[in-house]
C-alpha cells in the first residue's frame, strides 16, 4: 500500500504561485507513474499533469500547460507540484495520486486525500 498526503495549499491572489507537495509512504513510489488532479465545486475530479516514473516525461492538460510544472524527487518519496500564474477558475482541491500503469491515462491506484487551493480575483 501507498498512503500520499498533500501539503501547500492556501489562499493566493491572482497572477500567484503556490508549490504543493505530495510525501508518500510505505513503499517507494519511484517505478509509480505520479500525477495530480483537481475537482472544483460541483464538477468531476479532472487530470491536469503526470510525469513518468524516471521524470524524464510530462503530461499536461491544456489547462495547464506553461503555467503548472510536475517534479518528482523519488530519493524524498516525493512529488512537487509548482503552479504559477494562477487563475480563479484553478480553485480547487488538489488530489496526487500514483499508477503502476506507465500510461498517464492510468488507472491510478492511490490517491491523496486533497488540499485546497483557492484563487481570489
Known amino acids: 500500500q501507498v498512503q500520499l498526503v498533500e501539503s501547500g495549499g492556501g489562499l493566493v491572489q491572482a497572477g500567484g504561485s503556490l508549490r504543493l507537495s505530495c510525501a508518500a509512504s510505505g513503499r517507494t513510489i519511484r517505478t509509480y507513474t505520479m500525477a495530480w488532479f483537481r475537482q472544483a465545486p460541483g464538477k468531476e475530479r479532472e487530470f491536469d499533469i503526470a510525469?513518468?516514473?524516471?521524470?524524464?516525461?510530462?503530461y499536461y492538460a491544456d489547462s495547464v500547460k506553461g503555467r503548472f510544472t510536475i517534479s518528482r524527487d523519488n530519493a524524498k518519496n516525493t512529488v512537487y507540484l509548482q503552479m504559477n500564474s494562477l487563475k480563479p477558475e484553478d480553485t480547487a482541491v488538489y488530489y496526487c495520486a500514483a499508477s503502476t500503469s506507465a500510461r498517464h491515462q492510468g488507472p491510478y491506484d492511490y490517491w491523496g486525500q486533497g488540499t485546497q487551493v483557492t484563487v481570489s480575483s
Open positions: 510525469i513518468s516514473w524516471s521524470g524524464g516525461i510530462t
